[in-house]
């Protein structure tokens, strides 16, 4: 029997997450909706008291930069940080999926560098809040055709190149980047490598406006002649053809969890709205009668929360194989995929079920439905991920699959 009941030692963290998404994201949801590239002061204190728990262990896991793969042994039930990180991550983007960007210190580049650096660079990296870089204007979901290239001389690394949505680009301390060592041996020469804000030759060129997440920071990089240390390099600095480029993405595997829980947190929350109005208005949910004998709004409401849960349980599973040690790139495709579609379904199928006052500023229904359509998309987009998917279960490589 499938438990769905939040483990116990995570309960008090959990529900600490939800009361800060009650009492602090979500009072401040519209008004960094509408003061796009403000920053959000009130974050500070937060991201203080996040660090404050992961560094005691009392919030084992606590946000993005929680994440990092088990070694413990596989015979045991290991419920440990990548599930309380993404069970924190759905409490709070329940609250806010933009102001969960914009925290501190919690940024996805944080994710990766919890997923993959070394002992040494976990201990150096320690308290920089750090974006990731890897799209370019003419590389999107695929990411093994980046242009932006490394070329070691010395004791660094010289990096050039142009990145764009980069996620709090202009407001943290270090960035990792996607580089290629040599472009003549494609993917296997990609490496990640974290490049702090003040590095010369690292500017940032412009923010964008956006149609959802705007308390959200995005920006676009320029590499010029930028030097990094040689020990900015995230893992092995040798080109194996073999398994190279699959070492850099296995940091997807501990990330795309993150995003399908910001998904089915955003999801929620508008569910949950919806009901709520729904039952305003005098229609009810009955789970004890027969979808058919239901009223429509009411039916199509029980086909969401079904497609809800589907997902919530797929982004649970990802996160504890992770936790115990297991492969899990298909099973973390299929929660980012699952949980992101299904986001931008249930927020604007919301949105129709409460007619005007959805689509209004009156309520936050019509801004959840404008952040979760970046959930679908970025760490990978929708048809990506399905291809990830398909490779995975019919056992096709990259090349024999397109």
Known sequence: MINLETPRKFRTFVNQAHKVAAGMLRPN??????????????LDMLAAVVDGLGASGTGSGAGASGVRRSAEAADGVVNGSNLSSVLSVMEMCWGDVGLLLSMPRQGLGNSAIASVA????????????????????GCG???ANIQTTARLDGDSYVLNGEKIFVTAGGRCDAVVVWATLDKSLGRAAIKSFVVPKDTPGMTVERLDHKLGIRASDTATLRFEDCRVPAANLLGSPDIDTGKGFAGVMQTFDNTRPLVAAMAVGVARAALELTRSMLSEAGVEVDYDRPVHLQPAAAAT????????????LLTLQAAWMADNGRPNSLQASMAKAKAGRTANDITLRCVELTAPLGYSEHHLLEKWSR????????EGTQQIQQLIVARRLLGKTSAELK
């Open 29 to 42: 949801s519209r008004k960094y909706d509408l003061a796009e590239h403000a920053y959000p002061v009130e």
């Open 118 to 137: 070394s002992e040494e660079q976990l201990r150096r990296f320690d308290g920089v809040w750090a974006g990731m870089a890897i799209t370019e204007p």
């Open 141 to 143: 979901s695929d990411s």
């Open 301 to 312: 409401y029980l086909t969401l929360e079904a497609d809800w849960e589907a997902a919530y």
């Open 371 to 378: 952040d979760s359509k970046i959930l679908d998309i970025f």
